[in-house]
Nanobody, 126 residues
């Protein structure tokens, strides 16, 4: 199993930016597809973005397209979520997830991931 630790969350004003990091240990992240999900109070965990093993394929939920960028540095065993033009509705706990795979697809369904970080809070004030 790979262990995942998110960092980079915080409080930011609307229009601001944050970069979340997801540091992996225990296994080489290059064998894992990665995803970012978020969960607001009273809501289910929702897909935000995903990236394939090599980084060549990415996918985003429509609400963050053009504002968020998912990336990874397999040499550093770390994934990232750059969040720009943040809105109050982006407020949530953000989780990174990883799943070992032999393929280069992306996965957007939370139940398909078997490794999760503890989450990091992102709060966007209006």
């Amino acid at each position: 199993q790979v262990q995942l630790v998110e960092s980079g969350g915080g409080l930011v004003q609307a229009g601001g930016s944050l970069r979340l990091s997801c540091a992996a240990s225990g296994r080489a992240l290059s064998s894992y597809v990665m995803g970012w999900f978020r969960q607001a109070p009273g809501e289910e965990r929702a897909f935000v973005a995903a990236i394939s093993r090599s980084g060549g394929n990415t996918q985003y939920v429509d609400s963050v397209k053009g504002r968020f960028t998912i990336s990874r540095d397999n040499g550093k065993n770390t994934g990232y979520l750059q969040m720009n033009s943040l809105k109050p509705e982006d407020t949530a706990v953000y989780f990174c997830a990883a799943k070992p795979t032999a393929f280069y697809n992306v996965i957007t369904t939370p139940s398909e991931y078997n490794n999760w970080g503890q989450g990091t809070q992102v709060t966007v004030s209006s």
